[in-house]
Each structure stands twice: as C-alpha cells, then as structure tokens.
C-alpha cells in the first residue's frame, strides 16, 4: 500500500500562522463572529483565521484561480477554515449552521464562476488543502482520496506506487478532486474509462446535519448525486474511493499545430467525425485561437495507449488529411503523458504544485454537439475568433465508453449521440477595466454557435459554470427555487434534473448546502 502524505511546503508555512492570527480583531458584527469562534473553539478547531486578520488575504487568494474573483469588490468571506481532519470539518460544519453562516468548501478553487469563494450573505469557507492525502492499495486496484487532493497529486502518487495503473480526469494538475469529481470529471482517458465520476466505488462525505457518511450509510440515491450532480449541493465530499485504471507499459503523446483558414476549415470538419469515432484507446482534442486578424491556428493533441506504430496507422488510415508524422509522435510512460498535456515540464515531482503562478482574469462557457458543424459556420466562428485574441475554444471528443454509459447511470447525462464538447473561453491577465468588452465578445461567438450545438435543452457542462443559465441571486419567493433552478438544471443535467431536486429534498431540506446555481429542495409553504 502506497500513501502520500498531506503537502507541506507553502501550504503550511501560510496557514501555521492561522491560530494566532484568529485571535486578532473582531468586526462590527462582533457577537456573531465571537459566537462563531466560541462554537469552533468548543469542538477543538483551531487551524482558522478571520476577515480581519493579518495574512488573510494571502491565505483567501492563495486558492483563488480566476482573477476575477480575487478583487477588493468581491465579498470575503468572514471566516476561512483549514481543517486537517474529518471531524474538524463535521465541527466547522455544525458551527456554520449554528451560527446561521452560508457554507463554501474549496478543494482546488477553479469554479469558473468564483462559487467556492463568494457568496452573498456572510459565509465561512472551509479549505480542504489540509486533506490531501492519496492512500493507493494496488492489489485491489484501488485508492482512497481526500477531497483536498489535486489531479496532480492523485496522478503523481498512482505513478509513484505503480506503472500499471492511471486514472480518468481532467489534465490541469491543480484542479481539486472535491469539485472535479462531483461535477463528473472528463479527461484524456474518458474515451477509454468514462469520467472521474464513474470510476468512483465509495465515498465520505459530511451531511447537513455535520455527520460523516460513508456509501452504506449515506444510501445509494446521495451516493448517486455525488458523482456528478455538482459541487455545493450535498455535503462537503472529504474522501473518495476510486478505481485504478489500467495503462500500458508506453503510450505515444503528439502536438502538432495547423493553420489558414481554408485548411483548418477542412481539417475542422472533418475532425467532428473522426475524433469521437476513433478506437477508444485513441482521445484526440483541437485548441482553436486566432493567430492574427487574418488566420486561425490550431493544436491537435493526440494520447494514444500504445506504441506509436498502431496510433500512426490509426490516424493516418483515417485522418491522413491531419499528416501526422513519426517525428511528430513520442513514446512516454503515462505519467509523462499527464506531464506533456499539462504543460508542467519534465518533472513529474511539479504535480505536487498546487500553487499556480499564471493565474489570470477568466470567462468560460461550453456546448455539446451532436451534428456535425457546417464549413459555413466553422468559417463564421473563425471570424469572430479574429476579432479577439484573448479568445480561444478547446474541443474535446466523445465517443468510445462515453457513449455506452447509460445517461442515467450518473447526474452527468452527456453520453450517446454527443460527438464532442466546446469549451469556450476568454483570458487576460491585467485588471484594465475591459472585462465588459472581454465577456461580452464571448457572448457574442456563444450565440452565434446556437444553431449548431445541442438543442431542447442547449446543453452544458456543470464543471464549466456559467450563470449566465440562471441564477438563484435574488430570489425572496423560496416556493418558485426549483422552477427557477430548472432554467439551469435541465441544461447541466436534462432528464437527471427531477431526481436530483428529490435527493435534495430528502437529505438536505433546509438547504444547508447552496449557492447561487445548487440544486434547490422542494419547499412546502
């Protein structure tokens, strides 16, 4: 049995500070807040801070990955937890309910719309950096992982016990597994496996109600909701069980990069048919920018579980249009795959980083297609692309297992009859005063993509957020929650929507757990 350890580096040296740091200053709001620390003081959590600390700013923003969300105008939260056990997260819990603060737990801190670290009404973050821990059992072909645990963490740590074994997620090395996986999780190795979520076995989450619930416990249908219906939602997931997933002795990795609009036209469209048609050994993603005012550029990024001679006549069998070369491709462990897809360089010891040091200013949306995109339109999207070279799409096929997997078997219902998603995103890295102009040209490409993409509902990707769907800000009518969360639900989750609003009823009726876009209960006035 193979275990890494919780991470120490500048995640301790920030946060061994915290208990001396919440002894100092107390708000206006001073009976709430000592109340507060009263109630975490009483159950023995000591590793927090609060809003008018020294340092904690530092602490707040060390996990904020979108830019626009670490501004002085976004509301802080009035307390910032660091637990480092299971029990402290059931006291921080309790004491959050308590007190009447609205809860966020943050696992990496990417939610594309800042929801593990904003709210509305005054509220506590608790961090799980703390519980991080990955616990690999390779005879059973399993491992246990805390919700603090990042991608990387997880992918260095399975390497580290075995060459045998990988698992199915997403490529950004620092994205939490709390969140990643309670969204689904897609990666590189879904066309072979499916998502995070459906190689998940067990799970320990903690309850509204501050108890610590493993699957036998907590019943199949919260069981279910975990493993794909959101994060924010059911409890704060602090371990999951997952299945190791087989790889090959070598796999072969490629880039290459294309350009001009006529040939990326013609490589485009016919990528649609191919990419989620391909055996499902074989994931191959398009990164599309514009290179200047005139032209498009594009990266086609290949993983292929085997050696490169059967990937070259894959590929070349049936995309000889794309030219992929020998020099092009590379034999690598799997784990220099996760290496080469993240952009983290040679050394698998950076998935360790949790730290990102080019965070930037960021807005996302996303689409599934089900039919392939006209020349026509392909040529339009190309336009509006040249308008903004802050803008690029990634498209990511489907195909293989994705297709088998009944659309029920999790939340996650995006599975038959889906060639591929779109991500659509806009970044910038100084707070110049154009974001307006920024998101209002992403939303310009998103509706004119609308007659190409899924219909009835207009589909999304609940891991890529967008509250341009609909919104719960706002909303002092509490009986019309779950109509207005439909607008939005049915878009992340189509048919799963129903069920969803049913196990949030049941388990957390008083809606301990929510956000502005959480599955609402149905409330009886």
Request: hydrophobic share 40%.
């Amino acid at each position: 049995m193979y275990r890494m350890a919780p991470t120490k580096s500048i995640i301790s040296i920030l946060s061994s500070a915290l208990f001396l740091l919440s002894t100092h200053g107390l708000s206006a709001n001073a009976v709430s807040e000592e109340g507060f620390e009263g109630c975490l003081a009483r159950e023995g959590v000591n590793n927090f801070t609060s809003s008018h600390s020294n340092g904690f700013d530092s602490l707040l923003k060390f996990s904020i990955q979108n830019l626009r969300f670490a501004g002085s105008n976004v509301q802080k939260p009035s307390f910032l937890i660091l637990p480092r056990t299971k029990r402290e997260v059931q006291a921080a819990v309790k004491c959050c309910r308590r007190e009447g603060y609205e809860i966020r737990a943050r696992s990496g801190g990417h939610s594309y719309e800042g929801i593990s670290s904003t709210a509305e009404a005054p509220f506590v973050i608790i961090d799980l950096m703390h519980l991080n821990a990955v616990i690999i059992d390779v005879p059973s072909a399993t491992a246990w992982i805390e919700g603090g645990a990042t991608l990387g963490e997880i992918y260095y740590t399975i390497a580290q016990a075995t060459g045998d074994y990988g698992f199915s997620a997403g490529s950004c090395p620092t994205v939490g597994s709390g969140g990643h996986i309670s969204g689904g999780g897609f990666g590189f190795l879904s066309r072979k496996y499916g998502l995070a979520a459906d190689n998940v076995v067990d799970a320990e989450v903690v309850d509204a109600m501050g108890m610590l619930l493993n699957r036998a416990a907590m019943g199949e249908d919260l069981f279910w909701a975990l493993r794909g219906g959101g994060g924010g939602s059911w409890g704060i997931v602090v371990a999951w069980k997952i299945k190791l997933l087989k790889v090959p002795p070598a796999v072969t990795a490629f880039g290459v990069d294309r350009s001009g609009v006529a040939n990326m036209t013609d490589l485009l469209y016919k990528w649609q048919t191919v990419a989620p048609n391909l055996e499902r050994d074989f994931y191959l993603s398009v990164y599309l920018a514009a290179s200047d005012e005139t032209t498009v550029a594009a990266t086609f990024s290949g993983l292929y579980l085997g050696p490169a001679t059967k990937m070259l006549k894959s590929i070349n069998s049936r995309f000889p249009e794309l030219g992929i070369k020998p020099h092009d491709c590379k034999e690598m462990r799997w784990i220099e795959a996760v290496l080469f897809f993240s952009g983290r360089g040679p050394n698998t010891t950076s998935l360790l980083d949790r730290y990102d040091s080019n965070k930037n200013y960021f807005y996302g949306k996303s689409d599934y297609v089900r039919n392939p995109i006209p020349k026509s339109a392909i040529k339009g999207a190309f336009k509006l692309l040249q308008q903004q070279p802050n803008g690029y799409l990634i498209m990511d096929p489907y195909g293989g297992k994705m297709k088998e997997i009944p659309s029920d078997s999790t939340p996650f219902p995006h599975r038959v009859g889906n060639l591929f998603d779109i991500q659509y995103i806009v970044e910038w890295y100084d707070d110049n005063g154009n974001d307006e102009i920024y998101i209002g040209w992403l939303r310009k490409l998103y509706q004119f993509m609308e007659p190409y993409v899924s219909k009835n509902p207009r589909a999304a990707y609940v891991n890529y957020m967008d509250l341009d769907l609909g919104s719960m800000a706002n909303i002092s009518d509490r009986s019309s929650l779950v109509e207005r969360a439909a607008k939005w639900g049915k878009k992340y989750f189509l048919h799963n929507f129903e069920r969803l609003v049913r196990i949030k009823t049941r388990v957390d009726p008083h809606n301990v757990f929510r956000n502005v876009q959480s599955i609402p209960p149905v409330v009886h006035i």
